[in-house]
DNA sequence: CTAGAGTATTGATTTATATCAAGCTCATAG
DNA sequence: CTATGAGCTTGATATAAATCAATACTCTAG
């Protein structure tokens, strides 16, 4: 099944890029996403099947409607998965990191955007060939699960937090989780970082999509928390926490994303 | 490894009792559920683990903090999954209905609660003893992939919904969807009835917990339905949707819990 | 260095929903 | 059949967040 794949094959976008074993090693899909589980047999199988793309910030990745065509890792950069009703009011549904799986195996479509919050690099597998490839490996198939599984967690958080949360435990909420998250990320690229700094990659509308509010709501609670010495923002995006206590006791609960 | 388990095990509460095959002929879970991709040798040496157990409408199946012991598949009634924070707010994360499988699996605990919401009957596998079974059981894996993944959808919907619906979009939300839920459910089962009249059975408290809302709020959108003619209520709970493209108006929407 | 666009903040006002407070309905037990 | 209590409705008021509106910051391109 596998050879029937070459560079001019149609469902690969021209912007594709193989990969070869080399990048598979340092990739953290291999390390601990949907790869991590194959043995080197299958992983080279697989990408043969895979090629690499890469998306600028802001572009849609998946469209909610369209038919899927392909499924993909994510391999560097955040993405947001979202939904918008008919009249153009949004909800972002979760982000996605390194290395997260994207795509609804087993229905023939999202029933949500994915879009690219940061430029990002993803895997992409056809969706039929990995279809049947999911079929024949038990253990991707098991990989899957988990992923999917601690994706139904982080939704259940954020469901507390949308329905039960004030504005103000929202933003903090949300940033203990980003510290959080991508201090484990960069951590794991061997990025240098610590973990009260950071860039948060969201701009103040992402933020208010992601927590039901309004931008503007979202911008007072950010200068409340700096007026109250929690934290400090430089340039509008840099994030320092000053009072990883006090933000937790106001955000009172949840821990990741 | 399964003769190792009999009535005297202590992994079985005395509440409960052996299944028989004519009983999985009848199931929704046998139909449709997890059991549903099993053939008819695995199904048996799985009912060898397998008990059944009666909740009444109230009590608690599954906390939030306590090791999982079991997990179990709903074979009749509703069942809510919360979660609540430490003041006491409190977030409803879904319903189950048959043929419903619930428990965390791969972790050994659920981060959330799950309670009988009418009176409930589950067959309960003990956790050890399921998890040999899964890890041994592909088709088993898939199935239950596959029913996390439509519980993932779910989650989805509604966070849309608490995010950014009003009050009243929640309501009309939440009756198209049980009004669908309780039509096919019963349908399936066999239960004489029709899409329009259904008797709801949450009250209005557990409706506000999962909607995000106050019950006065909960209240007043139903006295405003019915004041707008789109819905009729009798005593309280029996429901009667008098204009069924006049609420989808309304709720804007999603189609299913 | 400046203009301009995109993004963010802050203020004034409105509004939806929460909160507080009676009173009502319905099922059940005496 | 009536008393009781849990669950529900309705009204009055308070409040958090939305909306409307103006101004400020930050980066880029010229």
């Known amino acids: 099944m596998h050879n029937k794949i070459d560079c001019q094959d149609e469902r690969f976008s021209p912007k594709t890029n193989h990969i070869d074993s080399s990048e598979c090693q340092l990739c953290e899909v291999r390390a601990c996403g949907m790869c991590s589980e194959l043995d080197t047999a299958t992983l080279n199988d697989l990408r043969k099947i895979t090629r690499s793309r890469d998306y600028k910030a802001g572009e849609l990745i998946f469209s909610d409607d369209a038919p899927l065509q392909s499924y993909a890792a994510i391999k560097s950069g955040i993405v947001k998965l979202s939904k918008i009703l008919p009249d153009g009011r949004q909800q972002t549904l979760g982000l996605g990191f390194p290395p997260d799986f994207i795509g609804r195996t087993y229905k023939d479509k999202n029933t ?111 200068s409340l928390l700096k007026k109250k010495g929690l934290i400090g923002i430089t340039q509008q995006r840099f994030i320092e926490i000053l009072d990883k206590e006090g933000l937790s006791l106001l955000a009172g609960q949840l821990k990741e994303t």
Chains 1, 2 share one sequence.
Not at 179 to 201: M, V, W
Request: glycine share 2%; proline share 4%.
């Open 112 to 222: 949500y955007f994915v879009s690219a919050i940061t430029n990002v690099t993803v895997c992409t597998f056809p969706r039929d060939l990995f279809n049947e490839y999911l079929k024949a490996t038990p253990s991707l198939e098991h990989r899957l699960f988990e992923l999917t599984l601690n994706e139904l967690d982080a939704a259940r958080d954020w469901m507390l937090m949308l329905g039960r949360m004030s504005a103000i435990e929202k933003v903090a909420t949300l940033l203990l989780s980003f510290a959080d998250r991508l201090y484990k990320s960069n951590s794991l690229q061997g990025i240098p970082c610590d973990e009260t700094h950071f860039e948060l990659p969201l701009t103040r509308s992402e933020i208010s999509d992601f927590l039901g509010l309004t931008i503007e709501t979202v911008s007072r609670q950010f």
